[in-house]
């Protein structure tokens, strides 16, 4: 009963996103406000009404209601809670709900949040949400319905593919799909835009916070991700420029880039019909994201739920909203005037520059990932493009945009003279320079790379020290109050750069410095990897919840120091017939020691990689930072009050 | 590199999914044909090279390498040969000739591009800019303001 009522909901839910997406638009275009007035509660009803459909699937897989296809499909009665619960999203069906949910929630935030917006924009943008919506829904409930029941219920069901069964994989989708969808409204507001011709700084207000949330929220699924690969797949990698990866990354580099230029836009009325431009396709590379995600046209890791048919209902989605949306922004953005003037060396040119480097990025990324299917489809040449080519191409651009960050952070608007951005950086790129060379000195004869690494890191934190530094002017009297009262959006622009330098540092100690091993260990045996000092204690069986484990115990020894006990496993997962290795990690702030268990071998003894991954963690925490960055940006007052939007909005109405 | 060597020297193989029976005994051949493998694709699995690869193909295929290294083949010679049977489709970095000359030509070309769109849109900005520098009647009328 529970599922059937949420089988309704979903399908009413579709009925109420296409009237949101009809009335309002039509009401927006004719100037009737009651048409318009639909747009708010049925954007609140929408969400609702998926809430209860997410709710009645959780309840099935919770209770193991194995009537229902998708939970014999991907759950079982032994399987811990928390597996259940996040089984809701951890396949095909269940994940694209969470999308659809997820796009009805960020409706009903506009609707709730969008209270100072104009009429007309607030319906327009809750109109061209519900459109994606209805695309989206119809999708789920002709191609993927996740409510329907099995004629004959067996005993039990057939488990979750058990590499997903773990905790940073549970939340990894649910972070990854806010951000991706969360860029859905900024897509909306752009949309809305162009339909009625006027993009001003009020705009760009209203879109940063969005594109804000769904920036953050693309970091942080993005990172958890990494680090899922990092200790579940058992070779530490944290990177692979697989074609889903590269699905998440695209509208990530693009969503800097607007944020970047949405500044522009507000602060400066400038760069305003590229700022549209990048709003569309932000949304777009999620699009095709998904498309490559769901479709597994590009084979990959991640592909477990592929079918070409809905690969081609996604493609048709992406062609008609990309289509759709490029068309209107041909056919309007000549009439898109920006105001704004600005000196050749000044922070809008850095900000262009920024963007020139990001977009270019994002899309050679793209040509990389489908260049096999277009070398096949249209050349008959069956290639792979794999991290060779992404690290040749995609590295330079990351450094180059490192160099030039702090650069442009210190700029002033309009015009800059070069002599006060040297007076603002210079020690941050001395002192930058002085790790490098300490760097280099400790890790001789090595790699340039590592070195080259950390001074482009340390220049950015550095350069975003100097960035406060010269927000507080130039007493030094009271420099600490003044600090605290920066508005929270100086505060969160450097926090976040601090973190996008701790994560250049991290990425390159760890790929100059790592120690890598392997042996047949045998039991009692000692064995050195770097500094340390690693003992087989002893091997045994282990029972768990829904598997059965060979986890092996090794003390970690450091100049005659217990650092720690490592018990690396094996797992079988008897249902889906799987095995699984679990690396145990001694985490530490520099450096990890990262052990895996292999095979058995036949003259006794066990084959054990153990790995010294220096600054590993750093990668992540510096991902964390980044959000933590966008988090404080989020909070400031202006975009709570938004009391300059709506002064503003007065005026244009005054117009 | 260098790094990779020195630690194949101090230790007996440090290698990735490679099994510690596979390992060759010279430790410079073994780092060519570790460096080869990182470079190979394996064909049955998911974007994964053989080096990382647990599968059965995998390890066929990493000991191939192993065989024509030993039996004396540079890495090009043992490239080639993979090639030759499996096809390109093995290459993870995809070959500089064809086609594929386009897809390596695109970043610097894509980056040239938006550097000289960009550099003209600066540009136009920047003659824009200031356009309140005073006409002659605008100047005739400040100076009589002033004199007021």
């Not at chain 1, 789920?140 to 069901?157: A, C, E, K, Y």
């Not at chain 1, 280099?440 to 950015?460: A, C, D, K, N, Y």
């Not at chain 1, 260990?521 to 340390?532: D, I, K, L, V």
């Amino acid at each position: 009963m529970i599922i059937e009522i949420g089988h309704f909901a979903l399908i009413l839910a579709l009925a109420v996103a296409c009237l949101q997406m009809v009335l309002p638009l039509v009401g927006a275009h004719r100037r009737w406000s009651a048409w318009m007035a639909v747009a708010e509660p049925a954007a609140l009803m929408q969400a609702a009404l998926l809430a209860v459909a997410f709710a009645a699937l959780t309840y099935a897989f919770v209770t193991s209601d194995f009537s229902v296809r998708l939970v014999t499909a991907n759950s079982h009665t032994l399987k811990p809670m928390i597996y259940k619960v996040s089984g809701v999203w951890g396949n095909h069906e269940g994940s694209m709900l969470l999308w659809c949910l997820i796009l009805a929630l960020f409706g009903a935030l506009v609707a709730l949040f969008g209270g100072n917006l104009p009429g007309g924009l607030r319906a327009r943008v809750l109109g061209v949400q519900a459109s994606v919506g209805v695309a989206f829904l119809s999708f789920l409930i002709f191609t993927s319905n996740p409510f329907i029941r099995l004629d004959v219920p067996p005993m039990n069901g057939r488990d979750l593919n058990p590499l997903l069964q773990d905790p940073g994989l549970a939340f990894h989708p649910p972070f990854l799909y806010l951000g991706y969808v969360g860029l859905s409204t900024s897509f909306s507001f752009a949309v809305a835009a162009l339909i009625e011709g006027r993009v001003d700084a009020a705009w760009a207000r209203w879109v940063r916070p969005w594109t804000l949330l769904a920036w953050l929220m693309l970091t942080v699924g993005i990172a958890l991700g990494s680090w899922w690969a990092y200790y579940e797949l058992g070779w530490g990698g944290f990177w692979f420029w697989d074609p889903v990866e590269n699905a998440s990354f695209m509208p990530w580099l693009v969503s800097v880039a607007l944020l970047h230029s949405a500044a522009v836009v507000e602060k400066r009325e400038a760069l305003k019909s590229w700022t549209v431009l990048l709003a569309i396709l932000a949304f777009g590379f999620s699009l095709i994201g998904a498309f490559i995600v769901r479709s597994g046209v590009l084979t990959s890791v991640h592909a477990f739920a592929n079918d070409p048919e809905r690969g081609v209902y996604l493609l048709a989605i992406t062609g008609v909203f990309m289509g759709g949306a490029l068309l209107l922004y041909s056919m309007r953005a000549g009439a898109i005037q920006s105001v704004g003037v600005f000196g050749t060396v000044s922070r809008e040119s850095a900000l262009v520059l920024n963007n020139v480097l990001l977009a270019v990025a994002a899309l050679v990324v793209f040509i990389g990932t489908i260049w096999p299917l277009a070398a096949e489809l249209v050349f008959a040449r069956k290639v792979s493009v794999g991290p060779p080519f992404f690290e040749a191409s995609f590295t330079p651009f990351f450094m180059a945009l490192a160099l030039i960050l702090p650069i442009g952070a210190v700029m002033p608007w309009k015009r800059a003279r070069l002599g006060r951005i040297v007076r603002a950086a210079w020690l941050a790129a001395v002192g930058a320079f002085g790790i490098a060379v300490f760097i280099w000195m400790i890790g001789t004869g090595r790699t340039i790379l590592g070195p080259v690494g950390v001074f482009l890191g340390s220049w950015v934190i550095l350069g975003a020290v100097a960035d406060l530094w010269a927000r507080t002017g130039r007493e030094h009297s009271g420099r600490l109050r003044r600090a605290v009262r920066l508005p929270r959006a100086d505060w969160g622009r450097v926090v976040a750069h601090a973190g996008l330098g701790i994560t250049m540092i991290g990425i390159s100690l760890l790929l100059a410095w790592e120690v890598e091993d392997i042996r047949i260990a045998r039991e009692g045996e000692t064995f050195s990897a770097g500094p340390y000092e690693l003992t087989l204690d002893g091997v045994e069986e282990v029972q768990g919840p829904n598997y059965h484990s060979t986890m092996a115990e090794f003390r970690v020894v450091r100049d005659g120091r217990a650092v720690a006990v490592l018990r690396p496993e094996r797992r079988i997962y008897p249902v889906a017939g799987i095995p699984t290795t679990e690396a145990a990690i001694d985490n530490g702030v520099f450096r990890d020691v990262y052990m895996v268990i292999g095979e058995p071998q036949d003259g006794g003894g066990w084959a054990v990689r153990t790995y010294i991954k220096p600054f590993a963690n750093w990668i992540w925490s510096g991902a964390v930072i980044m959000g933590l960055g966008g988090a404080l940006s989020l909070s400031d007052r202006r975009f709570r009050v938004a009391a300059g939007a709506r002064r503003r909005a007065m005026q244009l109405v005054a117009r | 590199m260098i790094f990779r060597v020195f630690l194949l020297l101090l230790m007996a193989g440090p290698l990735w999914a490679v099994e510690p029976g596979e390992i060759l005994d010279d430790p410079v051949l073994e780092s060519r044909a570790r460096d080869i493998s990182k470079g190979l694709r394996c064909l049955i699995c998911r974007n994964e090279s053989i080096d990382e690869s647990d599968a059965g193909l995998a390890r066929d295929l990493r000991l191939l390498v192993r065989e024509r290294i030993v039996d004396g083949d540079s890495d090009e010679e043992v490239v080639a040969f993979v090639v030759e049977r499996y096809g390109e489709y093995v290459l993870l970095n995809p070959r500089r000739n064809g086609i594929n000359l386009a897809l390596w030509a695109a970043p610097p070309i894509l980056l040239l591009a938006g550097l000289a769109a960009a550099g003209v849109f600066v540009v136009r900005r920047r003659r824009s800019a200031w356009p309140d520098a005073l006409t002659a009647p605008e100047r005739a009328r400040l100076a009589e303001l002033m004199d007021e």
